[in-house]
């Protein structure tokens, strides 16, 4: 398969994975924690920058439209006070994202901008790991499983694989498929605690 296709099929799968994802957000049936859609939002964009500045070419495009999606689900995640409930390890993962993120204006390579901004990406996991243990029906397992498969189409795409273009889809595309197990095996058991709600994937 072509480079081509294969950027248009990771496309095509992140509109796929996102669409309903805000829409069920918009409805009420998922709730996401709003710490974690920023910061997504905001690494996301600035990796997609920084990919095509290393070449990645038409294989950052996924990652591109998918921080302009991020971002319009964080605000609809605010919007909808989907999950306010901020614990401190919550606040210490979104202040260590924030502070983090300008040190990519410091470097002049994109492989150290990249390896901050990731770093960021997997901070933004933090509170949604903490909910996912605590409340592991509020958060849909499809969308996360879908989001490492189109982690891998992004690999696939790239016209230059280097750490600098392949380090942000592989380490988000394992934190998906992390967040997945630990989804479905907190199901398996007993209610995590008072006031979980029931997705059903």
């Known amino acids: 398969m072509s480079k081509e296709l294969l950027s248009a099929a990771g496309i ?3 509109l796929a994975i996102f669409l309903p994802y805000a829409l069920s957000v918009h409805r009420g049936r998922t709730r996401p924690h709003v710490f974690s859609w ?18 990645a070419g038409i294989g950052a495009w996924p990652i591109g439209v998918s921080g ?3 971002m319009a689900i964080a605000v609809l995640a605010w ?14 993962f979104f202040a ?17 901008a990249v390896v901050i901004l990731t770093g960021v990406d997997l ?8 909910k996912a243990w605590q409340r592991p029906c509020e958060e849909p397992l499809w969308f996360y499983a879908l989001g490492a498969v189109r982690n891998l189409l992004v690999l696939l795409a790239l016209e230059r694989c280097s750490a600098t273009t392949a ?3 592989a380490a988000v595309g394992l934190a998906c498929v992390a967040l997945v197990i630990l989804l479905a095996w907190r199901r398996r058991g007993p209610p995590a605690g008072p ?6 994937t």
């Open 12 to 14: 095509a799968l992140t």
């Open 38 to 55: 920023v910061i997504w939002a905001l690494g996301t964009f600035v990796v997609f920058l920084a990919q095509l500045a290393g070449g």
């Open 68 to 70: 302009l999606i991020t």
């Open 79 to 92: 919007r909808r006070r989907a999950d306010l409930e901020i614990t401190r390890g919550d606040r210490l």
């Open 96 to 112: 260590a994202a924030l502070a983090a993120l300008p040190c990519w204006l410091l470097t002049s390579d994109p492989l150290w």
């Open 123 to 130: 901070a933004g996991f933090g509170p949604t790991f903490r």
């Open 167 to 169: 380090l942000f889809p």
């Open 195 to 200: 006031g979980a709600r029931t997705f059903r």
